[in-house]
C-alpha cells in the first residue's frame, strides 16, 4: 500500500526511536512549559461533527501543533442545540518522543471546573476541582509518562494515539510507509474525566470503501479496542481521521 509524502512525514515525526532526544526535553522543559517553541507547524487542524442516531450534538474544535520540544494538541468541544449548552477546552502537551509533559482540561460552561495532569517523578499526578467553591482535589497514578490521554469529548486524542500506534508498526521502505494488516499493539491509556486507567489494543485493518458525505470513497481503518467495545477509524492518506463510529453506543464521528 502507497501513502502519501505527507503521512511519511507525521510518522517520522511521531516516530519513539529518538529515545535520547525526548528523556533529554523531558528533564529540561518539565518546567518551563510556556518557553519559546519557535518553528511551530500545524500538522492538523478542523472540526468534527458528533452525532447520535443521526442527529448533531456536538462540534469540536482542534489543531495539532509540532513545535522544537514536542506536539501541542488544542481542542474544544461545545454541544449543539442544548439549552444548557456545555463547552469545555484541553491542551494536551508531548515531549518529542510522545510522553506527556503536561495535560490542561477546563470546563467553560455550564460550570468551571478544571483539571491539570502533570509528570511527578516517574508517574503521574492529577489535580482537578468542580469549580470556584470546591477544593482542589488530586490523585496519584502509577502509570508512566508515556501513557496515552484520551479524555471525554476530545475526540482528537484518539487521532494522536492512532499516529503513535502507525508510528510503531509502520516501516519505511524507498520512500514509501507500509503498514502490516492485522498486526496489534497494546497502550495504557488514563481518562482524567473519569479517573480511571484502562488498556487498549490499536489494530489497522486495512483499506475500506465506506460511504462519507453521500460519496463512496476508500480510507484506512483502524480499530481501537478497549474493555467497553470498540472504536472504529477511518483515515484519508494525508493520515487524518475522517470518521470514527462507536460500537454499541450509536455515536458517530465526522469531519466537517
Not at 518553528?39 to 478542523?46: A, E, F, L, M, N
Not at 491542551?91 to 455550564?110: F, M, N, Q, V
Not at 470514527?244 to 450509536?250: C, K, Q, S
Amino acid at each position: 500500500m502507497k501513502w502519501s509524502s505527507r503521512l511519511i512525514a507525521i510518522v517520522s515525526i511521531l516516530s519513539v526511536a529518538c529515545s535520547l532526544t525526548a528523556s533529554a526535553s523531558k528533564d529540561k522543559d518539565k518546567d518551563k512549559p510556556k518557553e519559546k517553541e519557535s518553528g511551530k507547524q500545524v500538522i492538523d487542524s478542523g472540526s468534527f461533527g458528533v452525532f447520535m442516531s443521526g442527529h448533531r450534538v456536538g462540534t469540536e474544535k482542534f489543531s495539532i501543533e509540532q513545535t522544537n520540544f514536542g506536539s501541542v494538541i488544542h481542542s474544544e468541544f461545545k454541544t449543539e442545540n442544548d439549552p444548557n449548552t456545555a463547552q469545555q477546552q484541553s491542551t494536551l502537551e508531548l515531549t518529542a518522543g510522545g510522553d506527556i509533559r503536561r495535560y490542561e482540561w477546563h470546563e467553560i460552561s455550564p460550570g468551571q471546573g478544571q483539571s491539570v495532569i502533570i509528570p511527578n517523578n516517574e508517574f503521574l499526578n492529577q489535580k482537578w476541582s468542580s469549580g470556584p467553591g470546591d477544593k482542589d482535589h488530586e490523585q496519584p497514578y502509577l502509570l508512566p509518562h508515556s501513557t496515552s490521554i484520551l479524555d471525554d469529548y476530545f475526540f482528537i486524542h484518539r487521532e494522536v494515539l492512532v499516529w503513535r500506534f502507525l508510528a510503531m508498526t509502520c516501516k519505511q521502505d524507498k520512500g514509501q510507509v507500509q503498514c502490516p494488516i492485522k498486526q496489534r499493539a497494546q497502550f495504557g491509556t488514563l481518562d482524567p474525566r473519569q479517573h480511571a486507567s484502562s488498556p487498549l489494543a490499536a489494530e489497522y485493518l486495512g483499506r475500506e470503501k465506506i460511504l462519507y458525505k453521500g460519496n463512496q470513497q476508500e480510507f484506512n481503518k483502524v480499530e481501537l479496542k478497549t474493555e467497553n467495545g470498540s472504536w472504529f477509524l477511518w483515515l484519508d492518506d494525508g493520515f487524518k481521521v475522517m470518521r470514527i463510529f462507536i460500537e454499541g453506543d450509536n455515536t458517530e464521528v465526522v469531519r466537517d
